[in-house]
């Protein structure tokens, strides 16, 4: 995040942009012809994206404009969604729709009373084309919040083929396989794998991954609600699990320093950009988006992946994060962000962005024929037919001072073990006491 987390490289705007700017997406003037229902009205869209993500987004938006006549405008808030959001709407100058990227957060803006409940006819459509599973994390104590308009599969390792093949080595189904590949990969030239940690939350997904396959699904639900302490054994394991790859210095692109320094975008760059130093990099289904968009690379001849690899034994992870569109009571034209969550909860609106590439959507009745790309194809395939198996990432699901914020809590916890991985009991217990403490609030 997805956050934050599936955001790519910037374009005309920053992350840091406040939400009170205008987005390079503007306001769209009404597309076609004749009097349409909403003509007149502007819908203020607030969310993380920027780049390609926020161009394509557009997209959408302009599709809602044509069929509505509602002008829109899009603002990025950066990864600190809450705060940005919280200030706007302490200001009198809160948006429309906001699309939240952690679970966490949507519970908090629905517990300071924030929030819409979602139309009849938006909740009619998420009970009749997406998974209960979808349903669950929109919803706080009963009542649907959030409408989940793109999901990310998070259980994919990229790699790059020639890189692979030069190594003579195959993609592996197993951790301890994945290593072992990983020092072939290295002895050939290249780095093994190439790791975001100036991202916090590209470490959250590494451990998610790691822990969901090794713990198992009930003690993931467990840690993900704090219903189990992270200074329990199975957080330990992982950690040290996780440990063995960061201590590894023939395995990380530059070492643990460069990694430090390295964020999502130069993490994809460093696998599939014009001077390679690594063969692999973990991350979501969206690093086809920049490997494509930016570096040119055709999916599935230039850029694949394989599934994260089973841990210790254990079943193959699939963790999903996802955005999620919310309806903010205070948004000046609220009546017609509601038009519009009912829009995005079409599979009309997700053949859109799925068109453009860089998007998987939650909804089954989107046609697979959407999206333009074989490799894109099957991972949406995959996210869809694991119905309610998928497990939301764990920091997304948690308070966002623990696993949403920049320099803090989980994202900060993780870059120091990245720095300094020696200790794993040392960390979860700080987890633990970082944990505590964001939950009790």
């Known amino acids: 995040?997805?956050?934050?987390?599936?955001?790519?490289?910037?374009?005309?705007?920053?992350?840091?942009?406040?939400?009170?700017?205008?987005?390079?997406?503007?306001?769209?003037?009404?597309?076609?012809?004749?009097?349409?229902?909403?003509?007149?009205?502007?819908?203020?869209?607030?969310?993380?994206?920027?780049?390609?993500?926020?161009?394509?987004?557009?997209?959408?938006?302009?599709?809602?404009?044509?069929?509505?006549?509602?002008?829109?405008?899009?603002?990025?808030?950066?990864?600190?969604?809450?705060?940005?959001?919280?200030?706007?709407?302490?200001g009198g100058n809160a948006p429309d729709v906001v699309m939240v990227p952690q679970v966490g957060v949507l519970q908090q803006f629905a517990e300071k009373g924030w929030l819409k409940p979602l139309s009849p006819t938006a909740e009619q459509t998420v009970d009749a084309d997406y998974a209960p599973v979808w349903k669950k994390y929109g919803s706080v104590d009963g009542t649907l919040y959030g409408l989940y308009f793109k999901a990310a599969h998070k259980s994919t390792v990229w790699y790059s083929p020639d890189a692979l093949a030069q190594a003579g080595v195959k993609p592996p189904t197993t951790y301890d396989a994945m290593l072992k590949a990983g020092h072939t990969v290295s002895d050939s030239g290249l780095a093994a794998f190439s790791v975001a940690?100036?991202?916090?939350?590209?470490?959250?997904?590494?451990?998610?991954?790691?822990?969901?396959?090794?713990?198992?699904?009930?003690?993931?639900?467990?840690?993900?609600?704090?219903?189990?302490?992270?200074?329990?054994?199975?957080?330990?394991?992982?950690?040290?699990?996780?440990?063995?790859?960061?201590?590894?210095?023939?395995?990380?692109?530059?070492?643990?320093?460069?990694?430090?320094?390295?964020?999502?975008?130069?993490?994809?760059?460093?696998?599939?950009?014009?001077?390679?130093?690594?063969?692999?990099?973990?991350?979501?289904?969206?690093?086809?988006?920049?490997?494509?968009?930016?570096?040119?690379?055709a999916i599935g001849k230039d850029a694949n992946f394989f599934p994260f690899p089973a841990v210790d034994g254990g079943t193959a992870p699939v963790v999903s994060g996802g955005d999620a569109a919310v309806v903010l009571k205070d948004g000046k034209n609220a009546k017609a962000g509601m038009k519009l969550l009912e829009y995005l909860a079409t599979p009309e609106a997700a053949a859109v962005w799925a068109k453009a590439g860089g998007y998987l959507s939650p909804n089954r009745k989107?046609?697979?024929?959407?999206?333009?790309?074989?490799?894109?194809?099957?991972?949406?395939?995959?996210?869809?037919?694991?119905?309610?198996?998928?497990?939301?990432?764990?920091?997304?699901?948690?308070?966002?001072?623990?696993?949403?914020?920049?320099?803090?809590g989980e994202w900060k916890l993780l870059q120091d073990f990245l720095r300094d991985p020696s200790n794993p009991k040392s960390t979860a217990a700080k987890l633990e006491s970082a944990a505590a403490q964001a939950y009790r609030n």
């Not at 396959?213 to 054994?233: F, M």
């Not at 330990?236 to 395995?251: N, Y």
């Open 197 to 297: 940690g100036q991202d916090g939350w590209t470490l959250t997904d590494w451990f998610e991954n790691v822990y969901l396959s090794q713990a198992g699904p009930e003690k993931y639900d467990a840690l993900a609600t704090h219903k189990l302490k992270w200074t329990d054994e199975s957080v330990v394991r992982a950690l040290t699990t996780l440990g063995k790859l960061f201590q590894d210095k023939q395995l990380i692109a530059g070492g643990r320093k460069e990694a430090l320094n390295t964020d999502f975008p130069g993490s994809v760059e460093k696998v599939f950009g014009p001077e390679p130093e690594a063969g692999m990099v973990y991350e979501g289904d969206f690093v086809a988006g920049v490997a494509h968009d930016q570096f040119g690379k």
């Open 366 to 408: 989107l046609d697979l024929a959407s999206y333009g790309d074989d490799v894109t194809r099957a991972t949406a395939r995959s996210l869809v037919e694991a119905g309610d198996t998928v497990r939301f990432d764990m920091s997304d699901q948690a308070p966002a001072a623990f696993g949403g914020t920049k320099g803090t």
């Open 1 to 90: 995040m997805m956050r934050r987390r599936t955001t790519l490289l910037a374009s005309c705007t920053t992350l840091a942009l406040a939400l009170g700017a205008t987005a390079c997406g503007g306001d769209d003037a009404s597309a076609g012809g004749g009097e349409k229902a909403l003509s007149g009205q502007t819908v203020t869209v607030a969310g993380v994206w920027s780049g390609n993500e926020q161009k394509n987004f557009q997209k959408v938006l302009d599709a809602f404009t044509a069929k509505t006549g509602a002008k829109t405008r899009f603002v990025s808030t950066g990864d600190n969604v809450s705060t940005v959001v919280g200030s706007k709407i302490e």
